[in-house]
């Protein structure tokens, strides 16, 4: 694909381009994981057919006058060169300036990768860098399905697969991060490193037991209302580091999700609907799990159980009591709700 032609991707989408020495990028976003993974792959397509000079320059730690420089000047030891502007969202005004002219009349050999957390729209010059750039969106993953994407291809890359019940399990049990989902990843393929296929025993062995392997575990225990399994994912997950508010976050997170369920089957919205339409920020290999869990309760408990998580949201951030012993309160009494 001739990535000349297009002006925005997605990073998800970069496999489909070879990146040359000429081309100039625009990665926006906050995903670090993804900027790396996208620096590293233009550094090492670029390099590999040239000799380059890579030089690495911060926008909150370079004047106006030596980023123009590093823009225009080569070295006598290589006529290429890469040059790569992190936290560009830090420009002032006067570099900003600098980086847009250099788009008048930008060199053939020499390529600029800008990394910035947001850019303004609004500014000429963002516009103008935009427009010279292949702009690659380097966002967190909103919903599993990103996450299931990535994970295939993924695999493609590393030459294995995965049965349909693993791909299920891998990302029932990851949070939405692709760094999180990497490291899990490289764990598995060292574990099945003289195979080809990752079955679901496979990534049950990995998995089980890790921080991200215990919140699913937590939310069927919650569905099902079984307080001793429920109390025993909250102790794995401090266990495992996770502080108490993030536990408590994934509680609130999980039990807001069965509350609009309930308030759209209230509506007499079907469940296949709910399931394809409304409630995008679950995996949608544990939505139908999701719609069971609704079940185990009604809105008049679901009410009472927002009432207690709010109390508990209070005690937590203010409260001298005991945190763990706050959470296991919460969760004893929002399983009796």
Known sequence: MDSKKITTI?????????????QNFLLVGTDSFLIDSLVNQIKQ???AANKIDIIIVYADDVQAGELAEHLDTFTIFSSNKLVLLRNAEQLKKKQLE???AYFDSPAENQSLIIVSDKIDAHLATWKKIGTAS???NCYPPKW????RTWLVAELRKMGKSMSPKAIEEFCSRIELDYSSAFNELTKINLLTQNRNTITEEDVLVSLGTTRTGTLIDF???LGKRNHKASLQAVELMLDSDWEHLQVFFQLYKFYSVLFKIQLLRRSHVSDSEISAKH???????QRKEYLEFAKAYNLNALESIMEILLDTDRKLKSSNIDKTLQLGLAIMAVLEA
């Open 279 to 285: 409630i995008p920020e679950v995996y949608l290999t």
């Open 98 to 100: 600098v980086v847009s």
């Open 10 to 22: 997605n990073a998800l989408e970069q496999r489909a381009f070879k990146f040359k020495l000429g």
């Open 45 to 47: 397509e670029i390099c």
């Open 134 to 136: 292949l702009r690659i």
């Open 219 to 221: 939310y069927r225990a």
């Open 144 to 147: 599993g399905s990103e996450v």
